[in-house]
């Protein structure tokens, strides 16, 4: 499947893409399966310009109709002579924008164009040092020498004629090309990474001077445009949004009501199952705060009567989950002539959900506030074009409070996950409340907040014997996991600080009565996954 017919959504549309996917000024990144492709998009974005990742394989046709201003090859892991490999369309080059190889990128283009690229004896993987001999256009206003981020084996030795051979590394003979007549360009090492210090200078020289973006765009044109393109959808009509409390939810409703004003209702389902007064903080920041609409149902009661019993984590996923589209569906059958419905998938959705080149790992999608499909609902996806970061920062653009724009990602199924080996109950979820209120409190004193893709507690269906004052005890066990990750795929268990670990276990213990000891879960993923369940 490629990008340019997002799945799921009968609204093609992207945040700044019209129904056809054009948009003013953007710049295409074709991904030929390189580790870093995302990384890429993500950093034209950050020189102001908008990008849009495709797979390589879209063609001349599809990159031509989105009227991009410049076009990026993205590096991959393939050789350009290993059977398969992705090849470069040689209509790519004549589509009158100006061409960034970088690494496979530049190879293919340096094949392709009569240049000499042969596997190396050996390769360049790592920090490498750059010798700039000639700045020409792309690497203007860099030094002559400078660290670069290297990771091949094929290596150009000889640019193709016409061209100019700009720089040279410690393995790479001709490490960055140019043909200002032709606008080609290539860079053998990876400007997008940051052990490449004048990467973004390189990138800003060829989307600024070279295709001559002009580098506005920022979190507020986003708002500004999309704001014009909901209006453009929904008309006079009506929407419908889930808000979970999470950043996506929350920042798409509140562009959609910016958009559209009071057309817009959201339903907040409180499940009790959120941590200690989320709830609360979502209804008084969207109903008070921004005077929202709302619905919120206070559904605890209706969750722990399904729950009773249950401690299959697959099956609590599959009550809560089915739960939760009852009650959305009994809330929207109250209302009338609702048409549209809200939704926040992000750009990182839609790439995994086949955007990709086939390399890219699919991840389960287990969110549980999910809906069914066959909702009858026009879906608007204002978020569809962002990555998670560009979402917090059109958050904060909105007003949004700096705890809800930053806040760490929570499971669907909330802390059911996270009361293992028994049934949930109400007496435990308030343990593990009360602890992760612990948790979150001083990883918020010491700084450490943002730095941690995630941190919560675990609370095990078992006892373990302590000795306060003169007595014996037999309390609950709490295990504080703490990760650090870039996207959930992989993760690392976070090293707190040993101090900082004391303090959050004598408060646990000293403050929770039921509990007796406090654990910690030094297990990375793989082999372990983030949540217990
Ligand atoms: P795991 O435990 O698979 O988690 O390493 C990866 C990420 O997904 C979150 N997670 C869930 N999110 N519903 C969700 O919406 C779920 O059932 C669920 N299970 C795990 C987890 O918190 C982590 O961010």
């Given at each position: ?224 445009e999309q704001i014009e393109r909901i209006r453009e959808q929904v008309g006079d009509g009506r929407a419908l949004c889930a808000l979970s409390g999470g950043v996506d939810s929350s920042v798409a409703a509140l562009l959609v009501h910016q958009a559209i004003g009071d057309r817009l209702v959201c339903v907040f389902v409180d499940h009790g199952l959120m941590r200690k007064d989320e709830g609360a903080q979502v209804i008084s920041t969207f109903k008070d705060h921004f ?116 806040r760490q990602p929570f499971p669907g199924p909330g802390l059911a996950i996270r009361v293992v080996g028994g049934e949930v109950t109400k007496e435990k979820l308030d343990v593990l409340r009360e602890a992760d209120a612990i948790l979150q409190d001083e990883i918020r004193r010491a700084g450490l907040y943002r730095e941690l893709w995630q941190s919560f507690c675990v609370l095990p269906d078992v006892r373990a014997v302590g000795v306060q004052g003169d007595e014996r ?61």
């Open positions: 499947m490629s990008l340019t017919e997002p799945q799921g959504s009968p609204v093609a549309a992207g945040p700044l893409a019209g129904s056809d996917g054009v948009v003013t000024e953007q710049v295409v990144v074709l991904d030929y399966g390189g580790q870093y492709s995302q990384l890429i998009a993500r950093r034209v974005r950050e020189c102001g310009v908008f990008s849009t990742l495709l797979p390589h394989h879209v063609g001349p046709d599809e990159v031509a109709r989105r009227k991009p201003l410049g076009l990026i090859l993205s590096g991959g892991p393939a050789s350009v002579y290993a059977d398969g490999a992705p090849r470069l369309d040689p209509a790519l080059l004549q589509l009158g924008i100006p061409v960034l190889g970088i690494c496979y990128g530049m190879q293919l283009i340096a094949r392709e164009l009569g240049g000499r690229v042969e596997g190396a004896e050996v390769g360049e993987y790592g920090r490498s040092q750059l010798t700039v001999h000639d700045h020409g256009r792309l690497l203007a206003d860099t030094p002559d020498e400078q660290a670069c981020w290297m990771s091949h084996r094929d290596t150009v030795f000889a640019p193709p004629p016409g061209f100019d051979a700009l720089a040279s590394s410690t393995a790479s003979p001709v490490a960055a090309i140019e043909s200002v007549e032709r606008g080609i360009y290539g860079i053998q090492f990876h400007p997008e990474v940051v052990h490449t210090p004048y990467g973004q200078q390189v990138l800003r020289n060829f989307l600024i001077n070279i295709c001559g973006a002009a580098g506005t765009w920022s979190a507020r044109s986003v708002i500004q005077h929202v609409p709302l619905i919120a149902v206070d559904a605890e009661e209706r969750y722990l009567e399904k729950l009773r019993g249950v401690v299959d984590p697959e099956q609590k996923r599959k009550i809560i989950g089915t739960e939760f589209i009852r009650i959305f569906e009994e809330e929207a059958a109250k209302l009338d002539g609702i048409r549209f419905l809200v939704q926040g998938t992000l750009y990182s959705d839609v790439i995994e959900s086949g955007g990709g080149t086939g390399t890219a790992t699919i991840k389960s999608h287990h969110n549980v506030g999910g809906l069914p499909d066959d909702l009858e609902f026009e879906l608007v996806e204002p978020l569809r074009s962002l990555f998670k970061d560009e979402v917090r920062a059109v958050g904060a653009e909105l007003g949004m409070p700096e705890r809800l724009v930053w005890t037999y309390g609950n066990v709490i295990a504080i996991r703490a990760v650090t990750s870039d996207d959930a795929m992989t993760a690392d268990w976070a090293r707190l600080p040993y101090d900082l670990l004391e303090q959050i276990a004598s408060r646990m213990i000293n403050e929770i009565r039921p509990v007796g000891r406090v654990v910690l879960d030094i297990t990375s993923k793989p082999p372990g996954t983030i949540e217990w369940e």
